[in-house]
């Protein structure tokens, strides 16, 4: 297993690094590549993930996985959030900016070019990250296939309304509070502005809609932060993607951080095997 970790993607568009790990079974054989995106609040390295990574390369796949450059997290420090500045300057556009970059550095890469198969790539996205990577899948033709793990259905309506929205906006910015880490994460209110300048593209509806590659969605019943509803609203655009629900799946798909167990909790085992196959059933597509 070879496994390189924090690997620097330089960004197109701004001058935060883009932390990146692959992971693949070295024996030159081109394999089909996928790119995974953490959701709000996450990273590359959270709970099991790195145990997801090693699951797709045992099976024959080309797997990255990286921090979003806003995410709060740094090249040195990669884990939880040590740059709550760069936390708070995120927004979607970013984060389709920073995706943009990893799919060209895949596409141009030829350290790797004997291991993984650059026109075949999937992109996988686990909540916000879901929504990330539906958009980007409707734009990029580089993207043959795209699944989402418990992802979000409508940006707009994660926003705060009516008299909180107007706080955010007297206030320029808010803060929610990390459970885990108690720490007071910070949104400055241009991440609402940079969303309504950009609400066409930004608008899941209509890139799922446009979707005319494979698209598998995988929802969990006990899911409280992305109800299930979102993966039926999704099924209901593209009648042509496959849904998946998956009994008493929570958002986390089952993980939490730190995850120190050496297997996969069951349901993300679940979600991975099915992942797995869909690529594999589509391969022609």
């Known amino acids: 297993m070879k496994r390189i970790s924090n690997l620097v993607v330089e960004s197109s568009y701004h001058d935060k690094p883009i932390v990146t ?18 959701g709000y609040k996450g990273y590359k390295d959270w709970g099991a993930w790195d145990l997801v990574g090693t699951t797709f390369a045992e099976n024959q796949f080309f797997f990255v996985k990286f921090n979003f450059s806003h995410n709060g ?6 884990i939880d959030f040590p740059d709550l500045e760069a936390f ?14 990893v799919i060209e550095w895949i596409s141009t890469n030829r350290d790797y070019n004997k291991e993984m198969d ?46 909180a929205l107007e706080l955010w906006k007297k206030n320029e910015v808010r803060f929610v509070e990390n459970g885990r880490t108690k ?78 167990d050496v297997k996969l ?3 993300l085992e679940n979600v991975a095997q099915q992942s797995m196959s869909f690529i594999v059933k589509n391969s022609d597509s």
């Open 21 to 38: 790990d692959v992971i693949f079974e070295k024996n030159q054989q081109k394999k089909p590549v996928v790119i995974f995106c953490h």
């Open 73 to 78: 997290g740094t090249e040195n420090e990669p």
């Open 88 to 101: 708070s300057e995120n927004n979607y556009t970013i984060e389709l900016n920073d995706l943009q970059d």
């Open 118 to 163: 650059s026109h075949n790539i999937t992109l996988i996205g686990h909540s916000r990250g879901g929504g990330i990577v539906v958009i980007k899948a409707s734009e990029n033709k580089k993207v043959i296939r795209v699944i989402t793990w418990n992802g979000v259905s409508d940006f707009g309506a994660r926003f705060p309304k009516d008299e």
């Open 183 to 260: 720490q007071q994460m910070p949104h400055k209110y241009q991440f609402y502005q940079d969303f309504i300048a950009n609400e066409d593209r930004l608008t899941i509806e209509t890139a799922v809609k446009k979707m005319t590659i494979p698209q598998l969605i995988i929802n969990g019943s006990s899911d409280l932060v992305i109800v299930p509803e979102s993966g039926i609203q999704m099924n209901l655009w593209n009648p042509q993607s496959k849904r998946v629900l998956i009994d008493g799946m929570n958002h986390t798909l089952g993980s939490k951080h730190p995850w120190n």
């Open 265 to 267: 909790p069951s349901y």
